[in-house]
């Protein structure tokens, strides 16, 4: 069986964030066979960092193009990708030194369609670890069902490895910024429903967050449409499953509970934001959800006073 390895990594104005990861890859146990550094339109010092990997590492190429995102950015890797496997990480984050040992090693034939591990979130410091306990070897439906409903394994596309010939006629949504990579995958498996895959259960994978994060911002709609509702609007085209409603209900009831957190301490401009999101919630029918979605459906501002400072 070939195991040639693609990595693919997209990055936009990263600085020297860029280092880490690349870093963490060229001191691991196994290395890509190649790394793709896909230049989303930098103006800042990213680009000639990559460019400089690239240069004392004949494996790493640098490709550039206009600011288009990052969705655009895999789809040009998919492009250029020649191996047998493909990786797609994110620049700011890093990995373990066995990530990819693990990883290939947990795909044993070719009958699979890639693999899957675990990861450590990193906020202001602290390190948390996940990772699931499943057998070495599921399904597709298995995976699907974690990626909505497991915080263990959740739509991260970067603890996952993917063979290359079955991505041929799947891309990247580039008009869909958030849950972009849920909604690849969710076409992926949908797709090809019968697949499986390795899991490692130990956390491999480093997912770095900041308080300027997309996916902690409160800036949580484009105009009047919620942020995350046009890529659940695709996947519950493709899947039809009451754990795609549980878990947009549970976004929409995190934000709800991140904007009611922050209108309590003053930020009374969060208020139209928390309007939308109640109305969103009203057009949502989960099977499982909260205790506190009553109040965010009926009286979110009164709720506020509740929530503890």
Not at 63 to 69: E, F, L, P, R
Not at 126 to 147: E, F, H, N, Q, R
Not at 234 to 261: A, G, H
């Amino acid at each position: 069986m070939n195991k040639t390895l693609t990595t693919i990594i997209p990055f936009f104005n990263g600085g020297n964030d860029i280092c880490t990861m690349l870093d963490s890859i060229l001191s691991g146990a196994i290395l890509p066979d190649e790394i793709l550094l896909i230049d989303d339109g930098s103006t800042d010092n990213s680009s000639s960092i990559a460019m400089d990997y690239a240069n004392r590492c004949p494996f790493i190429k640098y490709i550039k193009q206009n600011h288009a995102g990052v969705s655009a950015a895999r789809n040009l890797g998919l492009k250029y990708a020649t191996c047998n496997w493909i990786s797609f990480l994110d620049a700011d984050d890093y990995i373990e030194k066995n990530f990819y040992k693990e990883m290939m090693n947990a795909i044993t034939d070719d009958s699979f369609g890639g693999s899957v591990c675990g990861y450590f979130t990193e906020i202001n410091g602290l390190s948390t670890p996940y990772s699931g306990s499943y057998p070495s070897v599921i399904d597709s439906s298995t995976l699907l069902k974690a990626m909505f409903s497991d915080e263990n394994v959740r739509g991260f596309l970067v603890t996952r490895l993917f063979k290359t010939e079955l991505l041929k006629n799947i891309s990247f949504n580039e008009n869909i910024s958030i849950c972009e990579d849920l909604l690849f995958q969710s076409t992926f498996l949908s797709k090809y429903p019968d697949l499986k895959f390795g899991f490692v259960n130990l956390p491999l994978y480093h997912y770095v967050q900041n308080s300027t994060s997309a996916t902690t911002s409160l800036n949580l709609f484009n105009g009047t449409e919620y942020k995350y509702k046009p890529a659940f609007d695709e996947i519950r085209k493709l899947i039809s499953e009451d754990f795609i409603e549980d878990s947009y209900n549970s976004i929409l009831e995190y934000s709800m509970y991140s904007l009611l957190k922050e209108y309590k301490k003053g930020n009374k401009s969060l208020l139209p934001q928390i309007r939308g999101v109640q109305k969103e919630l009203k057009n949502v029918h989960p099977v499982h959800h909260s205790k506190r979605r009553v109040a965010y459906l009926t009286a979110p501002i009164l709720y506020s006073f509740f929530i503890p400072s």
